[in-house]
């Protein structure tokens, strides 16, 4: 079985101007570039080749793996996160293109899209949240016939504001809400630990806002042993605990909103379904 990854291969390059004459291939192409510049599809390829044979095959065998992916069964995981966590050099990137792999071989029986997405500190800048969900949303889109309407009518909104903007956090985190909700997605996510804290919060909140409104999601996430002891990680998110709330009590919210976002900053720390390596 292909890869759902090999799928596609031009749909991220083609550029043109929208006009009268552009064609729906032209218009696809560019409304899946505005969703995010990131491409991780390259990325997993490049590791992929690079895979060692029988590397990672132990976790597929875990009770813990098969209970989170087994769509089969009607008694769901405890938990749709599934973290696994290992020291550095011990192979954690070869282990998810491993997983993602796994779970796209199994994709067209269970009627299922499998996205990817691999942080590396060195791209750090780009890598922000908005543009890692932007690049999930992508690789959904890709695998549906149509580009959904209102990704549509939302692009067509931002191309007449200031000559072209950028789609807005919110508005693609509603859209990947949407689409995680009409078929179920599996979302893998390798480095977690290589994202900054302050994105590593946006990301983690808006992850756990697609849960809630497409609870058959699964998430598959990779990270170092040593990621949540990290002083500079934990000073970073009281910081913005801080200003959170700094902000709640300027504003005069609610109890119960700011009990939400405490709710979503916490998740931070307690993600949970954890697999060592």
Not at 13 to 38: E, M
Not at 218 to 233: H, M, Q, V
Request: proline fraction near 4%; hydrophobic fraction near 35%.
């Amino acid at each position: 079985m292909s890869r759902f990854f090999s799928n596609n291969v031009n749909s991220f390059n083609t550029v043109c101007n929208l006009g009268n004459n552009c064609t729906i291939a032209d218009d696809r192409s560019q409304i899946l570039t505005w969703l995010s510049p990131l491409d991780p599809r390259l990325r997993h390829q490049d590791i992929q080749d690079r895979r060692g044979e029988g590397v990672g095959e132990s976790l597929l065998q875990t009770d813990e793996f098969r209970s989170w992916c087994d769509s089969s069964e009607r008694c769901e995981p405890d938990n749709p996160v599934l973290v696994c966590r290992g020291d550095p050099g011990v192979g954690k990137s070869f282990i998810s293109s491993l997983v993602i792999d796994n779970l796209c071989d199994q994709a067209g029986g269970r009627d299922a899209t499998v996205t990817c997405f691999y942080f590396d500190r060195t791209v750090q800048k780009e890598q922000s949240s908005t543009n890692v969900l932007g690049a999930l949303l992508k690789q959904v889109v890709i695998g549906l016939e149509e580009v959904p309407g209102e990704i549509v009518q939302a692009y067509k909104h931002q191309k007449n504001c200031i000559g072209g903007r950028r789609p807005q956090h919110t508005d693609i985190v509603k859209m990947l809400q949407t689409t995680t909700s009409k078929k179920r997605t599996f979302i893998c996510i390798d480095a977690l630990d290589e994202c900054v804290p302050e994105d590593q919060v946006k990301l983690l909140d808006s992850l756990n806002q697609v849960l809630q409104k497409a609870p058959d999601t699964r998430i598959f996430l990779t990270e170092r042993l040593d990621i949540r002891p990290k002083t500079e990680n934990i000073s970073q998110i009281l910081k913005l605990l801080h200003e959170c709330l700094r902000d709640c009590l300027v504003d005069g919210a609610s109890p119960s909103w700011v009990y939400g976002i405490l709710e979503r900053m916490v998740m931070v720390a307690v993600i949970s379904g954890v697999v060592r390596v």
